[in-house]
């Protein structure tokens, strides 16, 4: 990494600052995902033990996890493509927008799911899914414009020597 004495960081350590930010905020949303996997898992025989509650909770952490973290994969697919056309001012400026778009949509649609829930959890059903019928498509739905999103950005990005 480069210091410039005139304006205190080289540009690329600011871009190499905010896709490793990018980056870990993915490998958080991962985390909160598989920490409510163990929760369900430590239940996986006793459902009737796991009070509605928590399973909801459950239920939320994961999906807040698995969203988060495919629409702040395709935030950092995004930002990894205009810095390859050499955008790095407007990555720069909106670096809280890539940073936090994807926790805010995930946390907005674990609300919108909650607020459609069942009032009673499916017994006997995986904890994973318990948002009634709508959960299914609305997931494939954000896992389909998340991959679309960065393969597409992935796929016509500059590469160093164009």
């Known amino acids: 990494m480069y210091l410039s004495t005139s304006c205190g960081i080289h540009p690329e ?3 190499y600052s905010i ?3 990018l980056t ?3 490998m958080l949303l991962n985390l909160v995902q598989c920490i409510s996997v163990f929760i369900a898992y430590h239940y996986v025989d006793n459902w009737e033990e796991m ?10 952490g994961f999906t807040f996890g698995v969203y988060g973290a ?6 950092l697919a995004i930002a990894m493509w205009l810095c390859s056309r050499n955008h790095l001012k407007i990555v720069e ?9 994807g926790p805010v949509l995930a946390a907005i649609a674990v609300t919108a799911l909650a607020l459609v829930a069942p009032d009673e ?7 994973e899914f ?5 959960e299914g498509p609305f997931t494939m739905s954000v896992i389909a414009v998340s991959l679309v999103t960065s393969v597409l950005c992935l796929v016509t990005m500059k590469s160093g020597d164009e």
């Open 51 to 60: 009070s509605k509650a928590l399973l909801y909770i459950q239920a939320c």
């Open 19 to 21: 896709l490793h930010k």
């Open 130 to 134: 318990q948002f009634g019928t709508v």
């Open 70 to 75: 495919r629409l702040t994969g395709a935030s």
């Open 13 to 15: 350590e600011k871009l």
């Open 121 to 127: 959890p499916y017994p006997g059903s995986d904890a």
């Open 93 to 101: 400026k909106f670096q809280f927008l890539f940073l936090l778009s």
């Open 24 to 26: 870990v905020m993915v």
